[in-house]
């Protein structure tokens, strides 16, 4: 099991919060996922050997936030 912290800008409230959260969530291989929406961090906990960190990113992308 793997932690990263990735800094994920455009994130301003409990709905951006419930859709980041809600589809990392649903990526096989993940075990926790926490935003933290003043420090414009998200904290993943992934198995890495069922999901890439760069899919997670790509995740977050798809939901129209910008993974730095």
Known sequence: MQTVT???QGMSCGHCVN???GSV???E?????KVNLSTAQV???FNE?????EKIK?????????VK
């Open 6 to 8: 990735l800094n994920v």
């Open 19 to 21: 859709t980041v959260e």
């Open 25 to 27: 969530g649903k990526l």
């Open 29 to 33: 291989g993940v075990n926790e996922v």
């Open 43 to 45: 904290d993943v906990s």
């Open 49 to 53: 050997s069922q999901v890439s960190i």
């Open 58 to 66: 790509e995740t977050i992308e798809e939901q129209g936030y910008d």
